[in-house]
C-alpha cells in the first residue's frame, strides 16, 4: 500500500469531471451506484468518483488490512494494540453466544447472565414490583454515565421513541456542570427514583462526582445505608470501587475490557434503552446490528455499506482535503445521531501516529456536525451551498414513520431531496440571471443579483434510506457506522480502539482543580493563571 493516501488521490480528484457532466453523461448513474443491506438503502452517486477514481478506491480496499483485521477481530486477537485488548463489540449482539471463549474465559456465558439480569430488573420496574426503601415502586430512573456510557443510549433511547413503553421515566446526567443533578433532585423524589452508575473505572470524575452528590440527596432525605444500596445499581469493570461506593454485588452488572466506550450500546450500557422500548425490542436493536456485522464481513467491498462509506470519506479528507463531514438526519427522532457519531469517528480515527507509533503522512478523520433537517436549512446549508468549502454531507431518511402525519413527511423527504439534488447540480450564474429575468427584472438588476444567487454546485453527498426507524434498522445504522470507521483506521494503518488524547486534558485538570481550591498563588502559564484568579474572584 501507498505511504500517502494524498499522493495517489490528490491527482485524481484535481481531474475529476463535475457531477453535472458525470450524470448527464450517464442516465443510470444512480442505480449503478446504490448498494442496499439490511432495509438501508445507499445512494452514493451524487459524488465526486467516475469509474477510475473508484476503481482506484476499490483497490485501495483491497490492498488494505480491512479483511485480515476483521479475522482478528473475531478471532480474539488484541488488535488493540496499544492497551493489548481485543475488540469484541460485535459478539454482544450475536444470538448464538455457545463456545464463546476469550483467554480462557466463558464469554458467552457472561453476556448470556447479563442479558438476563438486565431483562429481569426490566421486568420488575415494567410491573412495578421493584420496590423503594419505602415500599414505592420506582417511578424514575436516572443514568449517570458520560463519552460512550451516555452518547450511544441517549441516542437510541431518543430514535425510538415511538417504540418506548416503560412506566418508568428516563433521565440522564452525564456532564460535571452541577446544574444537571441539581435540577434532578428538584423533581424527583429519593423514594421512587433508581440510580444507575455506569463507568467502567468507577473512577471517572463526572460520573463519580454526579453519583455522590445523587447520594447525598438520598442521604439528606433520611435514606440509610440499607436504603441507598436498594435505590443504586452500576454497571462496570471495577466491583470493588462500586462495592466501597455502596453498591451490592447483586447489583452490578458487568462491563468487559474488550469493549470500548463508545462501541458498548450493545452491552449492559444499553439498559436505558432495554428500559424504554422493553426487552424484545432491545433484541432487535441487537439484531439489526448483528445482520450489518454479516454483511460488512461477507459482502463484496463494491457492494459493501460500510467500506463504500470508508472509501468515500478517505477519497474527500485525503484526495480533496476536506476537513469536515455533515451528518443530516432528515428525523426528528435522529437528531442525537450526529453527536454520537461525533465521539465514534473522531475519537477513533483522530490520530497523528500508526499502530506502530510513527506519524502518518495523511490527515485522518474529518470533523463531523450536523443537525435535524429541515432545522440546518435555515441556519448552516447556506455555507454547504454557497461557501468555497468542500463539505461531504450524508443526508438520512426514514421512508416509513409512525406519525399520521404523512404530508409533513412527503414535505420533509422532498426537503431533503431537494437539498441533494441543489448541492450537487447548483445554478449557474447565467441560469440565475435568466430566472431574474423571468421574474420581471430588468437586465441590469438582474445581472447584479445574478452572481449572489449562483450555487457553484459540484458538492457531494450520500443518501441513506431506511425502510423505517425501527429497533432492527438502528441497530444495523449504527452498526454501519462503526465498521465505516474501523474500515477507514484499517486504511490509516491506526488503532481505532484507544484514546490517549484525551488524558492529557484530564491530567492538567487536577492540579487546576486544586489551584482553584486553594488560596494561596497558583504557578501556570500567565493565561491559565488569570482565569483561575478571575474565577477566584467572582467565587470568594
Known sequence: MTASLTALLKPLAERQQPLRQLFAAEPNRAARFSAKACGITLDFSKNLLDDSSWQTLQQLAAQSSIRQLCQQMQAGAAINNTEQRAVWHTRLRQ?????LRLNGEDIGAAISACRAQMATLIDQLHQGTYLGYSGKPI???IWVGIGGSLLGPQMAVEALTPYHCSPVRLHFAGNIDGAIVSDLTKQ???ETTLVVVASKSFGTEETKQNALALRAWFSAQGADKAAIARHFWATSANVQAAAEFGIVPQHILPMWDWVGGRYSLWSAIGLPVALMIGNDGFNQLLAGAAAMDQHFFNAPFSENLP???????IWYINGFGCQAQALLPYSHYLRLLPSYVQQLDMESNGKAVDRRGQPLSDVTAPVIWGDAGT???????QLLHQSQLKIPADFLLPLKVAHPLQDHHQRLAAHCFAQTQALMQGKTE????????????????AAELAPHKASPGNKPSNTLLLDELSPYHLGALIALYEHKVFCQGAIWQLNSFDQWGVELGKQLS???YQALKAKGDAQFDSSTTQLIAL???QNR
Open 535 to 537: 474565577f477566584r474572584q
Open 95 to 99: 444470538q448464538d453466544l455457545q463456545d
Open 307 to 313: 467500506v463504500i462509506l470508508a472509501l468515500l470519506g
Open 510 to 512: 487536577t492540579p487546576i
Open 375 to 381: 432545522n440546518g436549512q435555515h441556519a448552516y446549508h
Open 139 to 141: 417511578t424514575d430512573l
Open 430 to 445: 447565467q441560469e440565475a440571471y435568466q430566472e431574474c429575468l423571468a421574474q420581471g427584472m430588468t437586465a441590469q438588476a
Open 188 to 190: 424527583l423524589q429519593p
